[in-house]
Antibody, heavy 123, light 107 residues
Framework: QITLKESGPTLVKPTQTLTLTCTFSGFSLSTSGVVVGWIRQPPGKALEWLAL???????RYSPSLKSRVTITKDTSKNQVVLTMTNMDPVDTATYYC???????????????WGQGTVVTVSS | DIQMTQSPSSLSASVGDRVTITCRASQSISSYLNWYQQKPGKAPKLLIY???SLQSGVPSRFSGSGSGTELTLTISSLQPEDFVTYYC?????????FGQGTKLEIK
């Protein structure tokens, strides 16, 4: 059974750096084909994709956030870390990590999501 | 970036109704279209992947169809628990993009 859980600060100040950790179980990011992503959702708004990390350490980022976001993995700890610099109140959102299906015909869909962690950016 | 235009943004319907939600992509996304259901305060849940494949455990009243740039989610007979928000998402290429969501409301 695959599970993911996000953790990190609930409140950050403007200009600070946010570090979120996704701790997962039920799969390994050292296994070929495995991919984990981050998605966020501002209050009352739509979902926004942020980043992906692949089993081979390949990474993809949202162009609008690429200069501010870094995604890394620690395979030994079964964790994926998202770092976002220069936080602004508009970055206030629920941040989710999710497992992405990667088999043929899977649609590359996010099939299992963490519960999300709420991050507020305010001074 | 591929833009996903989801319509309608809200929809009033009754229990037992058949409803359709549409997503239009700004370019062809082949079959890389997924549908999610989100209940208030909860994480999204995958309903349909690769346009028309039903995720395990999802009731058969949910179905997906379409190809290219116009794709749809149909709920054949609305149940009380279906009155929540739905999102489409293209996973054809990064940056992945989501539709703006459709909120189903009880008439």
């Amino acid at each position: 059974q695959i599970t993911l859980k996000e953790s990190g600060p609930t409140l950050v100040k403007p200009t600070q750096t946010l570090t979120l950790t996704c701790t997962f179980s039920g799969f390994s990011l050292s296994t070929s084909g495995v991919v984990v992503g981050w998605i966020r959702q501002p209050p009352g708004k739509a979902l926004e994709w942020l980043a992906l990390i692949y089993w081979n350490d390949d990474k993809r980022y949202s162009p609008s956030l690429k200069s501010r976001v870094t995604i890394t993995k620690d395979t030994s700890k079964n964790q994926v870390v998202l770092t976002m610099t220069n936080m602004d109140p508009v970055d206030t959102a629920t941040y989710y990590c999710a497992h992405r299906r990667s088999s043929l015909g899977s649609g590359n869909a996010f099939d299992i999501w963490g519960q999300g962690t709420v991050v507020t950016v305010s001074s | 970036d591929i833009q996903m235009t989801q319509s309608p943004s809200s929809l009033s319907a009754s229990v037992g109704d058949r409803v359709t939600i549409t997503c239009r992509a700004s370019q062809s996304i082949s079959s890389y279209l997924n549908w999610y259901q989100q209940k208030p305060g909860k994480a999204p849940k995958l309903l349909i992947y690769a346009t028309s494949s039903l995720q395990s455990g999802v009731p058969s009243r949910f179905s997906g169809s379409g190809s290219g740039t116009e794709l749809t989610l149909t709920i054949s007979s609305l149940q009380p628990e279906d009155f929540v928000t739905y999102y489409c998402q293209q996973s054809y290429t990064t940056p992945y993009t989501f539709g703006q969501g459709t909120k189903l409301e009880i008439k």
